[in-house]
């Protein structure tokens, strides 16, 4: 006799520089997954209402000086504590976007600039930066909104949050380009959107990244990959 067998949800990781409209894309990916009967939930990384969010939020909310390194590894610890709930989730059938996942983590503290006493090129190197998230849950794609300078500077202004400065975030851009051709392994895992166009036409083009991500795991071997 055969168990009955419940086909895993998908991991759908959601990046992009700040403005590019990432929480709203999500929020409308979310309704059209349930409205289509797939049942799917919304992860968002950093992940503010837990300990370790805490913590991370009282950094990104004031000017409070904290090893370059330390904040690293908490981003990294925050997304570790989701692990266990990511995978039974995605077991159990549910499809999840994350809002930010692993690739913010590694651009954002690379972009970082160099602290006197530390490699005055490059205080964080990718490979560094990469390595405490190893073994993590791998999404099925990841979905990049890609926009331009001109049409990111068109968009509401910054916060005041420590990362929304102009400087850093052009770092970040950068940072991205290099990281989604990096590694030729890994490029198949990306799915640039061009984000510069309406809500709606932006909506289009991320859904059929999900529809490729759906695909994946449909082929696949019903297990979740790892970092
Ligand atoms: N960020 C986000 C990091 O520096 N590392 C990480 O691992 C993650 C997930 O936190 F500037 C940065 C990116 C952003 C800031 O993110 C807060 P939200 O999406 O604005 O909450
Ligand atoms: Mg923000």
Known sequence: MTTPHTPRGALIAIEGLDRAGKSTQCDL??????SSGIPAKLQKFPDRTTPTGTLINTYLT???????QSIHLLFSANRWEARDSLLSTLLSGTTILLDRYIY???????????????DPKQPLSIPW??????????PDI???LNITQEDAEKRAGFGDERYEKRELQEKVRGLFEDLRGEDSNDKDDWWVVNAGGTVEEVAEEVW????????????????VGSI
């Not at 004031?62 to 370059?68: E, N, V, Y």
């Not at 913010?104 to 530390?118: C, E, L, Q, R």
């Open 104 to 118: 913010s983590g590694i651009v954002f503290s690379a972009a970082k600039p160099p602290t006197p006493i530390k």
């Open 29 to 34: 990916l979310l309704n059209r997954l349930l």
């Open 129 to 138: 930066c990469k390595s405490p998230d190893i073994g993590l849950p791998k």
């Open 142 to 144: 990841i979905i990049f």
């Open 208 to 223: 059929k990244g999900v529809l490729e991500a759906l695909r994946r795991v449909k082929e696949g071997n019903g297990e």
């Open 62 to 68: 004031s000017s409070t000086p904290l090893d370059d």
